[in-house]
């Protein structure tokens, strides 16, 4: 019989056991309905966090403090220690508490100076270093809440005299008349502990703030990365979306064409084929090599709208279409090609404008041989004549293929000239600018 149930996998127990444990943490859970979730990127909630953590420490030490106290709570003067002991305890944990929950604003100085007052007043009634602690957990808890530096050292620098002065004091009051450096000796210890924890809050402070200042940069950053990424795809889909409209209108304009052309042909070598039979021959021809030129102007396109490129260089692609004219054709073309590296706009004119110069010279000139020269300068120079029959200049009408031709030299930056005479052929002058080179 199967079963229904899948068996737990060993990653779902490590799980459940790390769930387990961390409801079994009492101290963690306590912790967790205490301060909620803290988001340490959120300087409040730290510095709420911080004034919580100096708060549960100062009640700590004042326990601490008391205890190790109790054995001299015995005879009048040690109960009346205890009781003023015990009062300057309650007073600071209860102006901590007051500033924790209930005061904001400038109306924390006063309880600021209430917790200097009940610290500095511990000293007289303790020894040992829990004054000192005291003492120095009052100053964190201003130096956390202050918004300026300033502040904080105003603070250090009156409070730093004063436990000296308070510390030399307790002990024995006629040493104040020994003089006021010998008050600082006695002091010395708590001032350098003082100096060093002003130092050690202000730095972590200032890390943290900083920490806060390159976190919030670095989120900028991202969105303005993720900003710069959307609009970058849509520039791309637009100039997509443009280039297949581009070769789109190229298929219709060169490839429809050359087909047009090649039935054209075929229909007119149909129909002199018995009075003309080597005019018949000379269009079918011509016919053929439309064709096959328009076969190739299909599959570069097709290439270019599935991001395909063939890894070809202008002068061999110059050359097969040199070679694809004269296999099997009877026709002869002497060229001489300079290779020169070019915009794939400019690859495509380039072949294009010898496609369409060939078949022109086959078709309306009834050319057999034709001289191709591609050389490179300051500029590119292209060069097409043939032996056809030519016409006279004025004569010249520009039909769709030298017309698109001239069109797109112009909007490449160049320009195009065609020379022709009666009985002297028909020559095609392009030239192009260089392709700017890249720093």
């Excluded at 439309?290 to 290439?303: C, N, P, T």
């Excluded at 599935?306 to 296999?327: C, F, H, K, P, Y």
């Amino acid at each position: 019989m199967a079963k229904n149930k899948q068996e737990p996998t060993k990653t779902d127990d490590a799980t459940s056991k790390r769930v387990e444990r961390r409801e079994e943490n009492p101290i963690r859970n306590y912790f967790v309905r205490l301060f909620g979730k803290i988001n340490f990127k959120n300087e409040a909630q730290f510095l709420y966090f911080g004034k919580w953590l100096v708060f549960l420490a100062l009640l700590a030490v004042e326990i601490l403090m008391i205890l190790q106290h109790v054995g001299d709570f015995k005879g009048e003067k040690g109960w009346i220690n205890a009781v003023v002991l015990i009062s300057l305890v309650v007073i600071l944990a209860a102006s901590e508490a007051i500033q924790l929950f209930a005061v904001r604003g400038k109306a924390k100085f006063v309880f600021y100076a209430i917790d200097t007052v009940a610290a500095c007043g511990c000293l007289f009634f303790a020894y040992g270093v829990y004054p000192l602690v005291l003492y120095i957990l009052v100053l964190t808890q201003f130096y956390i809440g202050a918004e300026k530096f300033r502040f904080s050292g105003i603070v250090f620098g009156v409070s730093m005299p004063l436990y000296a002065v308070i510390y030399g004091m307790r002990g024995d009051f006629t040493k104040i008349g020994n003089g006021f450096l010998e008050v600082l000796w006695y002091g010395l210890g708590s001032v350098i502990a003082i100096t060093f924890h002003f130092l050690a809050v202000q730095i972590a402070l200032a890390f943290y703030r900083q920490y806060l200042k390159l976190d919030k940069a670095v989120r900028d950053l991202n969105e303005s990365q993720q900003k710069l990424q959307k609009a970058y795809e849509a520039v791309a889909e637009v100039t997509a979306l443009e280039e297949r409209q581009r070769i789109a209108k190229e298929i219709h304009d060169t490839a429809g064409h050359s087909i047009t052309t090649v039935i054209m042909q075929t229909e007119a070598a149909k129909r002199i084929v018995d009075s003309n039979p080597d005019e018949a021959k000379n269009k079918l021809v011509a016919a053929n090599l439309q064709a096959k030129h328009a076969l190739e102007e299909l599959r570069d396109s097709v290439h270019l709208l599935s991001g395909r490129t063939e890894n070809q260089t202008l002068r061999s692609a110059l050359q097969n279409i040199v070679n694809e004219s004269t296999d099997g054709t009877g026709i002869v073309i002497r060229s001489s090609i300079q290779d020169v590296c070019v915009s794939a706009a400019k690859f495509r004119f380039l072949c294009n404008s010898l496609k369409e110069g060939i078949s022109n010279g086959l078709r309306h000139g009834g050319a057999t041989a034709f001289w191709f020269e591609l050389s490179v300068g300051e500029e590119i120079s292209f060069l097409l004549s043939d032996n056809g029959r030519g016409m006279y200049e004025v004569n010249l009408k520009k039909g769709f293929g030298l017309t698109t031709m001239q069109d797109r030299a112009k909007a490449l930056g160049g320009g195009v000239e065609f020379k022709t005479e009666e009985g002297e052929g028909f020559e095609i002058r392009l030239t192009l600018p260089l392709d700017k080179e890249e720093d």
